[in-house]
């Protein structure tokens, strides 16, 4: 059973860059997919972006604008999500999850472990 740990997340201003990170222990994140998801206060938790067990593939979430880079680091056990030029809607707590099987996927429910998050704050 693989424990994940985001970190990075702070307060920043709009228009600022910011880099999350996934670091994974008791188990070997090069086995899972990687996605990473949010939720805003007051609503929905929502899909941002997924990479493969080799990386070599990513998948995003439709509101992503390009603004948002995944990527990861097998020999650190350790995903990242960078995101550029931060509007103030950015402002949410961002999860990491793992999934064992299958593609890459948006579904929340398809994944099986999952950290406990961490706050990005936007501030105008």
């Known amino acids: 059973q693989v424990q994940l740990v985001e970190s990075g997340g702070r307060s920043v201003q709009v228009g600022e860059s910011l880099t999350l990170s996934c670091a994974a222990s008791?188990?070997?994140?090069?086995?899972?997919?990687v996605g990473w998801f949010r939720q805003a206060p007051g609503k929905e938790r929502e899909f941002v972006a997924a990479?493969?067990?080799?990386?070599?593939?990513?998948y995003f979430g439709q509101f992503v604008e390009g603004r948002f880079a995944i990527w990861r680091e097998n020999a650190k056990n350790t995903a990242y999500l960078k995101i550029n030029n931060l509007k103030f809607e950015d402002t949410a707590v961002y999860y990491c999850?793992?999934?064992?099987?299958?593609?890459?996927?948006?579904?929340?429910?398809?994944?099986?472990?999952w950290g406990q998050g961490t706050q990005v704050t936007v501030s105008p």
């Open positions: 008791g188990g070997t994140l090069k086995n899972y997919n």
């Open positions: 999850a793992a999934d064992l099987e299958g593609g890459l996927t948006a579904l929340a429910q398809s994944y099986d472990y």
């Open positions: 990479i493969s067990q080799s990386g070599h593939s990513t």
